[in-house]
């Protein structure tokens, strides 16, 4: 695809900051005029890493612990002060800030047309003893694109808006994507009486935010007002990292089901029933564990299959267990495939039964539908990614997302940097500050083709 700039002044001199061999370079470049060679290929940035990086570096020291990563959860003294933080910045980059009434940030860049808002964002809260790149990346990278437009004087046609999702991982009130949720119109009122460990409720905690919680569902996004929502953020997983490839193109956020199974035979004597008497539920769960296994193992593709736990009951050492109690969870980005895998996971269950003399029944627990990334947004992704010369690997997201809330009223799609050795959720967790500039262009590159692009007659 064609160059998404709209104008282009002066990203060779930031690109090449970013790669300390040529910093001799830049600094020469001062006495001499920069020669077009020196900012063509993929070194030409118009966001400024060393301005992100400063701004994460920031972020960071807000719930930061000494051992290294943060607690930042959501509805906290730290997440409001990282918050009034990111509003600071946000207006500082001439956003108007507005925050709704599900304490979601949002700051609103104009546009020359009217036409539905093109969102971008992600969330600053992280679990207890996390790091300092999920969520952060995608929010600090986000402000960065508002930024590299304004220093370039660029006009979209699409008004922009930044977002700053509300309690994403759901340490606090067991409620995670809360923000998203609500403005998606998948959370209401209902959850306004949860009370946290302090007995504190989550209406209070949003008066504690300024906001008034009986207005809760004016937060919902009327359909219709986005053109899309688009968000960076680290893969959490170890693909990218593996490959070397500093692109991920989501295709969309796994769906998941997960059954509560219960394994039923008869307690008895460990000594005096015999083998062939037996109706062991232990040993048939066992199986039946190894079998969620083999299915999940049985095709081609990046499905995943757990059981977490298995109970069995009495639990003695002398008594053969007649109840056996274990979950199973599917996920996939093909709600069809997951249906396929449990189809012959039952048919696997049946077997078992009938060798093992015992009865397993399932009942359905949870069911989250999979979030298909919109090929447009996919597609702007990739062609922004192409156009800076750096590789790219389709993927899913295994991990829960903001967007895939936000998939139930407009178009979304994501952008993957790589996470170190696949870690997140960890102090350990750790990106690039190269891998994370280049992310936030591919972002910027992004927002300007989705702009071009959307909503022509
Ligand atoms: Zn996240």
């Given at each position: 695809m064609a160059e998404p700039r709209s104008t282009t002044t002066g990203g060779g001199v930031r690109g090449l900051v970013l790669f300390p061999a040529l910093v001799f370079l830049w600094a020469a470049s001062f006495a001499a005029p920069l020669s077009p060679a020196q900012g063509t290929g993929s070194s030409e940035l118009h966001v400024d890493s060393q301005r992100l990086q400063g701004t994460l570096e920031r972020l960071s020291e807000f719930g930061r612990n000494p051992e290294g990563?943060?607690?930042?959860?959501?509805?906290s003294e730290t997440d409001m002060a990282a918050r009034e933080y990111v509003t600071g910045l946000m207006k500082q980059a001439g956003l108007e800030v507005r925050v709704d009434p599900a304490g979601n940030i949002f700051g609103l860049r104009a546009g020359s047309e009217k036409l539905p808002t093109l969102l971008f964002g992600s969330h600053i809260d992280s679990v207890l003893q996390g790091g300092n790149f999920d969520g952060d990346v995608g929010s600090m990278g986000a402000i960065e694109v508002i930024r590299a437009l304004n220093d370039e004087n660029v006009k979209t046609r699409h008004p922009l808006e930044v977002v700053i999702w509300t309690n994403e991982e759901g340490n606090h009130f067991g409620l995670g994507t809360l923000g998203s949720g609500v403005a998606a119109g998948l959370l209401g009122p209902e959850i306004l009486d949860r009370k946290d460990e302090q007995g504190l409720t989550l209406a209070d905690w949003l008066r504690r935010y300024g906001q008034d919680p009986s207005n809760l569902t004016d937060a919902r996004i009327p359909p219709g007002t986005l053109a899309g929502f688009l968000e960076l953020h680290i893969e959490q997983g170890p693909n990218l990292d593996e490959a070397k490839i500093p692109i991920g193109v989501v295709q969309g956020i796994v769906g998941l089901k997960r059954w509560k199974c219960v394994a039923t035979g008869s307690a008895n004597h460990a000594g005096t029933t015999p083998m062939n008497h037996r109706k062991d539920a232990l040993a048939a769960a066992s199986k039946d564990v190894l079998a969620v296994r083999d299915v999940v193992r049985g095709e081609a593709g990046r499905q995943v299959g757990t059981v977490g736990y298995m109970r069995a009951e009495p639990?003695?050492?002398?008594v053969i267990p007649g109840r056996a109690e274990f979950p199973v969870e599917l996920r996939d980005l093909d709600a069809e495939k997951i249906d396929r895998m449990w189809e012959r996971i039952q048919d696997r269950f049946k077997e078992t039964d009938r060798e093992e003399n015992v009865e397993t029944r399932c009942t359905a627990l949870d069911d989250v539908s999979p979030a298909r990334a919109d090929p447009a947004f996919q597609a702007a992704i990739g062609d922004a990614a192409e156009s800076l010369g750096l590789a790219t690997m389709d993927l899913p997201s295994a991990a829960v997302q903001d967007a895939q809330q936000i998939a139930k009223i407009a178009p979304i799609g994501m952008i993957f940097v790589p996470s170190r050795d696949g870690i997140s959720h960890s102090p350990e967790e750790f990106s690039s500050w190269q891998d994370i500039a280049k992310g936030a262009e591919v972002l910027y590159g992004a927002v300007l083709l989705l702009d071009d692009r959307l909503n022509r007659n």
């Open positions: 990563g943060v607690t930042r959860i959501g509805f639990g003695a050492i002398n």
